[in-house]
């Protein structure tokens, strides 16, 4: 079958979605059919605005050494034009502490000499796909930075891992730290880059691709996919039965497992997929502290539930401002002690009046545990590619990050497509 008559559906208007769907248009697919649940495009790339400023509910930057996104922005000409960040460190009662306590640079000068070395043994951690894992990058990074002797490094990664709403190295598997975290966005972090944002926010990225896919179906939710004999598959939405000849799926996974109903191998990959619950609430204050403001105290997992980030983006000083305020969820809290927990953090930290504007919780940043990589989880993820013309794409896929994910999209429709 020609491109021309190919008909594609991509289930999941986010930014790994959006990006498909232009790469299969631009390598000269003409139905390509985006659909979306919501009423909004761009899943975790998510932009509000309050007094004529944007302020983000998910991501908030890209680095100046991520290729993939530099040129996204280039051939899209979008424009670097938003606010400088800049980060500052707290502890649990807002008083402005190091990330590495002074008697540790030392050793941890020495640490980050040596990690070139180590990470080059690992040929394909920078490659779009995840394969041939080595088995020590199946280990909790926690355990794999104990194995090459990365004490304070470990505190490093955590402090830029985890307090973006990644998750704990404790649990989280090396190879998806590394993957977020490479050797360059390390030194990018360490060496204060200007961050890329943008002026009407990260959604900018998100109205650059809507205007060039033909047919995005929003408020349309995916219930059902199905095969059947000739080839063809079934996407059941709420509203309709429409027929496809190639579905790509970027949506969370477990959602579809029944679709591999006579591989009880893929269904168990696909129910063991795990997800940070993560609170983003948007508040209006007074007197709010200049810069971005990582609590460094409350990163553990006994702390959830606490601050761990706070953005007022803008650093507005006069009269009422929004801050946007990150926080691991605590599933055996109620909505209602959380957001009081939120509040008593933000007035330790200096600001005054705080009042709830809107809120958001997000299940991101995808994993499986060790256990599953090495019973060959991604071995398993690229071998079913296509099967049944069904294509497995998003976080999961590519791991967390723009830059990731345009990289892990452009290689999924220039392998299969």
Known sequence: MNKKECKVAIIGGGFSGLLIAEFLQKKGYKNVTVFEKENRLGGKLHTIWYNGKAYEFGALFGLPNQKFLTDFIKSHNIKVDGPKLYRVNYDANGKRIMQIPKESVENFVEELNRLPDVLAHYNNIEDANIYNLDECLMLPFAKWCDVNNFDILKTIYTNYFTSYGLGDINVVPAIYVLKVMSYDNLMSFMELPHLYTWKEGVSKLINALEQQIKDIRLTQNVIKIASSKDNKVFVHTDFE??????????????????????????????????????????????????????????????????????????????????????????????????????????????????????????????????????????????????????????????????ENCIKYSKYLVDTYF
């Open 241 to 402: 039965v429409a027929e496809f000849d190639k579905v790509v799926l970027t949506t969370p996974l477990n959602q579809f497992y029944d679709f591999y109903n006579e591989d009880l191998e893929m269904q168990d990959f696909l129910r063991s997929i795990k997800y940070q619950d993560f609170n983003v609430y948007a508040f209006i204050v007074e007197k709010v502290p200049k810069k971005c403001g990582f609590v460094l105290d409350n990163l553990s997992s006994n702390k959830r539930g606490h601050i761990i980030l706070w953005n007022s983006r803008w650093h507005t000083c006069e009269g009422e401002e929004l801050v946007m305020v990150y926080a691991y969820n605590h599933t055996e809290k109620s909505k209602q002690i959380l957001l009081k927990t939120v509040k008593q953090d933000l007035l330790k930290l200096g600001f005054y009046n705080p009042r709830l504007y809107q809120t958001k919780q997000w299940k991101h940043s995808p994993y499986v545990d060790t256990s599953t990589l090495q019973k060959g989880f991604y071995d398993k993820m690229t071998k079913i590619q296509g099967k049944n013309n069904l294509f497995l794409a998003g976080e999961i896929m590519s791991t967390i990050s723009m």
